[in-house]
Protein backbone atom coordinates (compact mmCIF):
# COMPACT_ATOMS: atom_id res chain seq x y z
CA UNK A 1 0.00 0.00 0.00
CA UNK A 2 1.19 3.82 -0.90
CA UNK A 3 2.70 5.77 1.93
CA UNK A 4 -0.67 7.62 3.69
CA UNK A 5 -0.03 11.33 4.31
CA UNK A 6 -2.37 11.38 7.02
CA UNK A 7 -3.67 8.83 10.23
CA UNK A 8 -6.47 9.10 12.26
CA UNK A 9 -7.89 7.37 15.38
CA UNK A 10 -11.91 5.87 14.18
CA UNK A 11 -13.67 3.16 15.74
CA UNK A 12 -14.81 1.05 12.99
CA UNK A 13 -17.61 -2.01 14.05
CA UNK A 14 -16.02 -5.57 14.18
CA UNK A 15 -17.20 -8.21 11.51
CA UNK A 16 -20.77 -8.48 11.58
CA UNK A 17 -24.28 -7.86 10.68
CA UNK A 18 -23.74 -4.01 11.48
CA UNK A 19 -20.63 -3.70 9.77
CA UNK A 20 -21.53 -5.30 6.11
CA UNK A 21 -24.74 -3.03 6.21
CA UNK A 22 -22.80 0.08 6.75
CA UNK A 23 -20.14 -0.77 4.45
CA UNK A 24 -23.44 -1.35 1.75
CA UNK A 25 -24.95 1.52 2.32
CA UNK A 26 -22.07 3.85 1.53
CA UNK A 27 -20.64 1.93 -1.13
CA UNK A 28 -17.04 1.08 0.37
CA UNK A 29 -15.42 -1.42 2.37
CA UNK A 30 -12.49 -0.06 4.57
CA UNK A 31 -11.22 -2.95 5.83
CA UNK A 32 -11.25 -4.83 2.75
CA UNK A 33 -10.54 -1.71 0.50
CA UNK A 34 -13.03 -2.98 -1.69
CA UNK A 35 -15.92 -0.55 -3.06
CA UNK A 36 -19.44 -2.37 -2.16
CA UNK A 37 -23.00 -2.66 -4.14
CA UNK A 38 -24.80 -0.31 -2.77
CA UNK A 39 -28.72 -1.19 -1.83
CA UNK A 40 -32.01 0.35 -4.02
CA UNK A 41 -33.89 1.18 -1.25
CA UNK A 42 -37.48 2.91 -2.43
CA UNK A 43 -38.40 6.46 -0.69
CA UNK A 44 -34.76 8.01 -0.83
CA UNK A 45 -34.81 11.71 -2.08
CA UNK A 46 -31.70 10.81 -4.21
CA UNK A 47 -29.58 8.46 -6.00
CA UNK A 48 -27.66 6.43 -2.65
CA UNK A 49 -24.52 6.77 -4.60
CA UNK A 50 -25.41 10.99 -4.41
CA UNK A 51 -26.36 11.12 -0.59
CA UNK A 52 -23.39 9.21 0.26
CA UNK A 53 -20.36 10.58 -1.84
CA UNK A 54 -19.05 12.65 1.11
CA UNK A 55 -18.79 9.84 3.53
CA UNK A 56 -17.58 7.17 1.71
CA UNK A 57 -14.12 8.15 0.99
CA UNK A 58 -13.61 7.97 4.93
CA UNK A 59 -15.83 4.93 5.00
CA UNK A 60 -18.20 4.07 8.06
CA UNK A 61 -16.22 4.88 11.36
CA UNK A 62 -17.18 7.03 14.36
CA UNK A 63 -13.36 9.85 14.92
CA UNK A 64 -11.99 9.54 17.87
CA UNK A 65 -8.64 11.28 16.83
CA UNK A 66 -9.33 13.66 13.43
CA UNK A 67 -6.68 13.20 10.63
CA UNK A 68 -3.59 14.24 11.22
CA UNK A 69 -0.13 15.09 9.57
CA UNK A 70 2.79 12.91 11.27
CA UNK A 71 5.01 14.17 13.82
CA UNK A 72 8.85 15.02 11.92
CA UNK A 73 10.75 11.48 11.83
CA UNK A 74 7.30 9.04 12.26
CA UNK A 75 6.39 6.54 10.03
CA UNK A 76 3.28 4.56 9.60
CA UNK A 77 5.14 1.66 12.16
CA UNK A 78 5.58 4.79 14.97
CA UNK A 79 2.34 6.06 14.91
CA UNK A 80 1.08 2.36 14.88
CA UNK A 81 2.98 1.17 17.66
CA UNK A 82 1.71 4.55 19.77
CA UNK A 83 -1.88 3.55 18.98
CA UNK A 84 -1.19 -0.15 20.28
CA UNK A 85 0.17 0.90 23.48
CA UNK A 86 -2.10 3.42 24.47
CA UNK A 87 -5.36 0.87 23.49
CA UNK A 88 -3.28 -1.50 25.78
CA UNK A 89 -3.99 1.11 28.80
CA UNK A 90 -7.82 1.67 28.05
CA UNK A 91 -11.12 0.43 28.73
CA UNK A 92 -13.64 -0.35 26.33
CA UNK A 93 -16.65 2.83 26.56
CA UNK A 94 -20.10 0.88 26.38
CA UNK A 95 -23.39 2.93 25.74
CA UNK A 96 -26.87 1.79 25.43
CA UNK A 97 -27.92 1.89 22.23
CA UNK A 98 -27.20 3.76 18.76
CA UNK A 99 -29.91 6.39 17.84
CA UNK A 100 -30.54 7.33 14.22
CA UNK A 101 -30.90 11.49 13.96
CA UNK A 102 -30.73 14.62 11.37
CA UNK A 103 -27.13 16.37 12.97
CA UNK A 104 -26.89 19.50 11.99
CA UNK A 105 -27.96 18.63 8.10
CA UNK A 106 -26.65 15.21 7.45
CA UNK A 107 -27.70 12.20 8.93
CA UNK A 108 -26.05 10.59 11.47
CA UNK A 109 -26.69 7.39 14.26
CA UNK A 110 -25.19 8.61 17.60
CA UNK A 111 -24.97 6.70 21.21
CA UNK A 112 -27.30 7.27 23.78
CA UNK A 113 -26.22 5.81 27.49
CA UNK A 114 -22.88 5.87 28.63
CA UNK A 115 -21.91 9.13 27.56
CA UNK A 116 -19.77 9.88 30.19
CA UNK A 117 -17.36 6.70 29.90
CA UNK A 118 -17.33 7.92 26.01
CA UNK A 119 -16.72 11.27 27.06
CA UNK A 120 -13.27 9.93 28.67
CA UNK A 121 -12.38 8.14 26.22
CA UNK A 122 -12.28 10.40 23.32
CA UNK A 123 -10.07 12.58 25.78
CA UNK A 124 -7.51 10.12 26.66
CA UNK A 125 -7.04 9.16 23.17
CA UNK A 126 -6.55 12.89 22.19
CA UNK A 127 -4.56 13.26 24.54
CA UNK A 128 -2.64 10.00 24.21
CA UNK A 129 -2.02 10.77 20.57
CA UNK A 130 -0.94 14.03 20.94
CA UNK A 131 2.85 13.51 20.52
CA UNK A 132 1.94 11.75 16.79
CA UNK A 133 0.92 14.48 15.12
CA UNK A 134 2.53 17.38 13.44
CA UNK A 135 1.67 21.04 14.71
CA UNK A 136 -1.12 22.22 12.24
CA UNK A 137 0.28 24.79 9.26
CA UNK A 138 -1.60 27.17 7.98
CA UNK A 139 -3.85 26.10 5.24
CA UNK A 140 -5.28 23.17 8.13
CA UNK A 141 -6.35 26.04 10.38
CA UNK A 142 -8.06 27.42 8.01
CA UNK A 143 -9.74 24.66 7.03
CA UNK A 144 -11.18 24.65 10.07
CA UNK A 145 -12.95 28.08 9.32
CA UNK A 146 -11.69 29.41 13.14
CA UNK A 147 -13.88 32.42 12.45
CA UNK A 148 -16.82 30.83 12.97
CA UNK A 149 -15.50 28.68 16.05
CA UNK A 150 -16.21 29.52 19.30
CA UNK A 151 -13.58 31.27 21.72
CA UNK A 152 -13.11 27.85 23.24
CA UNK A 153 -13.00 25.58 20.14
CA UNK A 154 -10.50 27.66 18.80
CA UNK A 155 -8.30 27.33 22.17
CA UNK A 156 -8.88 23.67 21.40
CA UNK A 157 -8.02 23.47 17.50
CA UNK A 158 -4.70 25.72 18.48
CA UNK A 159 -3.82 22.60 21.76
CA UNK A 160 -5.08 19.57 20.59
CA UNK A 161 -5.80 20.03 16.51
CA UNK A 162 -8.80 20.00 16.28
CA UNK A 163 -11.17 21.74 17.78
CA UNK A 164 -14.49 19.22 18.17
CA UNK A 165 -12.24 17.48 21.12
CA UNK A 166 -13.01 17.38 25.18
CA UNK A 167 -16.20 18.28 26.13
CA UNK A 168 -16.94 19.65 22.69
CA UNK A 169 -16.35 15.77 21.34
CA UNK A 170 -19.70 14.39 20.12
CA UNK A 171 -19.11 10.77 18.87
CA UNK A 172 -21.52 10.36 15.97
CA UNK A 173 -21.18 7.28 12.94
CA UNK A 174 -22.00 9.47 9.54
CA UNK A 175 -24.39 8.19 6.92
CA UNK A 176 -25.22 10.70 4.31
CA UNK A 177 -23.90 13.65 3.18
CA UNK A 178 -25.24 17.23 3.55
CA UNK A 179 -28.63 17.23 2.75
CA UNK A 180 -32.19 19.32 2.34
CA UNK A 181 -34.24 19.17 5.15
CA UNK A 182 -36.94 17.21 3.09
CA UNK A 183 -34.17 15.49 2.09
CA UNK A 184 -32.98 14.55 5.28
CA UNK A 185 -36.67 13.86 6.50
CA UNK A 186 -37.20 11.26 3.57
CA UNK A 187 -34.01 10.00 4.05
CA UNK A 188 -34.49 8.95 7.53
CA UNK A 189 -37.67 7.56 7.10
CA UNK A 190 -35.92 4.62 4.97
CA UNK A 191 -32.91 4.67 7.11
CA UNK A 192 -34.45 4.21 10.32
CA UNK A 193 -36.42 0.63 9.21
CA UNK A 194 -33.26 -0.54 6.99
CA UNK A 195 -30.11 -0.29 9.98
CA UNK A 196 -32.82 -0.96 12.95
CA UNK A 197 -32.44 -4.84 12.73
CA UNK A 198 -28.84 -4.48 12.90
CA UNK A 199 -27.96 -1.73 15.67
CA UNK A 200 -25.99 -3.17 17.69
CA UNK A 201 -27.28 -3.40 21.87
CA UNK A 202 -25.32 -2.26 23.72
CA UNK A 203 -23.19 -0.38 21.81
CA UNK A 204 -19.55 -0.46 22.53
CA UNK A 205 -16.13 0.58 21.65
CA UNK A 206 -13.91 -1.88 21.96
CA UNK A 207 -10.89 -1.38 19.87
CA UNK A 208 -9.02 1.57 18.45
CA UNK A 209 -8.46 1.26 15.12
CA UNK A 210 -5.79 3.23 12.78
CA UNK A 211 -6.92 4.51 9.70
CA UNK A 212 -4.58 6.02 6.82
CA UNK A 213 -5.25 8.90 4.06
CA UNK A 214 -3.79 8.00 0.46
CA UNK A 215 -2.57 10.43 -1.61
CA UNK A 216 -6.03 10.85 -4.10
CA UNK A 217 -8.18 11.55 -0.01
CA UNK A 218 -9.30 7.68 0.37
CA UNK A 219 -9.22 6.13 3.72
CA UNK A 220 -7.63 2.75 4.26
CA UNK A 221 -8.14 0.72 7.18
CA UNK A 222 -4.45 -0.32 8.84
CA UNK A 223 -4.92 -2.26 12.25
CA UNK A 224 -7.44 -2.45 14.90
CA UNK A 225 -6.01 -2.78 18.31
CA UNK A 226 -8.57 -4.10 20.93
CA UNK A 227 -8.66 -1.78 24.52
CA UNK A 228 -7.76 -3.85 27.05
CA UNK A 229 -6.86 -1.75 30.03
Given at each position: ?15 G ?21 Q ?25 I?A ?19 L????K ?29 L ?20 A ?13 L ?15 H ?13 A??N??E ?19 G ?11 R ?5
Amino acid sequence: MEKMKRYAVYYAPRAGAFAARAAEWLGWDPVAAEPRPQPQLPGLPAAVADLTAEPRKYGFHGTIRAPFRPADGLGQDEVAAGVAELASRLKPAVCDHLRLVNLHGFLALIPEGGEAALQALGAAVVEGTDALRAPLNEAEIARRRPERLSSRQRALLDRWGYPFVMEEFRFHLTLTSSLSAPDAAAARNVLEPHFAPVLPQPFAIEDLCLFGEDGAGRFHFLHRYALTG
